[in-house]
């Protein structure tokens, strides 16, 4: 395992750094070798940091536990993903506080091109259950290379998890500790099964206990892992919603299923359709159609590549085309994952083409040729 890896699980390890300093550090030095290179004096200086911290970052006890933990990585055989590599999930990288270091172990593939997390509350009711069940079978049927994300909770991800399984896709769980351990586990056989089929996931290093907030934190990696967060069932307060609000505030789209008036755990879904920060769906059509998946997987009327591009079109606005000519309605995700620009690039490259009234915008941040 190279050094950077070393050095910057390193980073997460410095107590009182979180990922905005961690950030912060990097960006004034260059790399997290070069953090722990520097003399305290000069980390003093850097804003934000100060002499408590400073003497955290060089305390040596961290190091010591960053080769610990790739003793452990390399005898478990984890896969480290570090934000800003190739690996790293796309989806995930364009989120403002995404971790700088995951763990992951199993086959599945973290940026397929279908993502849905689907999350819920821990006492599922036979409606929740039976509604995963039937969502999970027929996206099965109509998508079966889909992505399935969430938590290895009790409840309805716990049946997510099984539904995907049974059905074939592969689903990947975001732990709330280390992957020396499976919490709760009464969950172990079907953590294993998703090692082959799918896989297990977490920003915590080992020896991490599955405390109340890490469960809250793990949110954001559900979040942001995915296109859209489905949430099956839930009371007015709890952590499935904690993760719609997380989507919605990275852009994603957020589904949720109704359910009868004075149910308690339906009471969170109609209250998120009701204020419409989630969208109604009864069926996996109506996931499939309301992200246009088919539209982006169809075979649009073939175009002359002259009369597509301008002569003043940059390599860029030429490359944002293509995309969408090959690939019909794409969701902006999608086109990302095309073209290998950021979100931030893409935002400016589709204005600009929209403004030239060449491409058309669409709800839920998609876009096609005119």
């Avoid at 004034?28 to 290179?37: H, I, K, N, P, T």
């Avoid at 920003?203 to 995915?226: E, Q, V, Y």
Wanted: some cysteine; overall charge negative.
């Amino acid at each position: 395992m190279n050094d950077t890896i070393l050095y910057t699980i390193a980073l997460t390890m410095v107590n009182g750094v979180g990922g905005v300093l961690s950030r912060q550090l990097l960006q004034a030095l260059g790399d997290a070798r070069a953090v722990f290179q520097e003399k305290k004096q000069l980390l003093e200086r850097i804003p934000g940091i100060g002499s408590v911290l400073a003497a955290e970052i060089t305390n040596p006890e961290v190091l010591r536990r960053a080769e610990q933990e790739v003793r452990f990585i390399d005898d478990a055989g984890i896969t480290v993903l570090v934000c800003g590599d190739e690996a790293y999930p796309f989806r995930l990288r364009e989120c403002p506080d995404a971790p700088l270091v995951l763990y992951y172990k199993g086959k599945g593939n973290l940026n397929a091109r279908h993502a849905v997390s689907v999350v819920g509350t821990r006492h599922a009711t036979r409606y929740g259950q039976e509604m995963t069940a039937a969502l999970l079978d027929d996206l099965a049927a109509l998508y079966p290379d889909t992505l399935i994300v969430s938590g290895l909770a009790y409840g309805i991800d716990i049946a997510a998890h099984r539904q995907a399984l049974a059905g074939g896709l592969p689903t990947v769980g975001v732990l709330a500790h280390g992957l020396d351990r499976i919490y709760p586990p009464a969950h172990r056989q079907t953590a294993i099964a998703m090692l082959e089929q799918g896989g297990l996931l977490t920003d915590f290093p080992s020896g991490t206990n599955p405390d109340r907030p890490n469960f809250l934190k793990r949110n954001r990696i559900i979040a942001g892992l995915t296109e859209a967060t489905l949430v099956v069932e839930s009371a007015e307060k709890g952590g499935s919603l904690v993760t719609a609000g997380l989507a919605l505030s990275y852009g994603r789209d957020v589904f949720a299923c109704p359910g009868r008036i004075g149910d308690l755990y339906s009471a969170g879904c109609n209250q998120l359709i009701r204020r419409q920060g989630a969208a109604l769906i009864t069926s996996a059509r109506d996931l499939v159609d309301a992200l246009g998946w088919q539209q982006q997987d169809a075979s649009p009327a073939a175009r002359q590549t002259e009369l597509l591009f301008a002569e003043t079109d940059s390599p860029e606005i030429q490359r944002v085309l293509e995309a969408l000519q090959g690939g019909g309605e794409l969701h902006i995700d999608q086109l990302s994952l095309q073209t290998g620009f950021t979100i931030q690039q893409l935002t400016a490259l589709l204005f600009e083409l929209e403004m030239d009234g060449r491409i058309a915008s669409l709800p839920g941040n998609r876009y096609h040729l005119r």
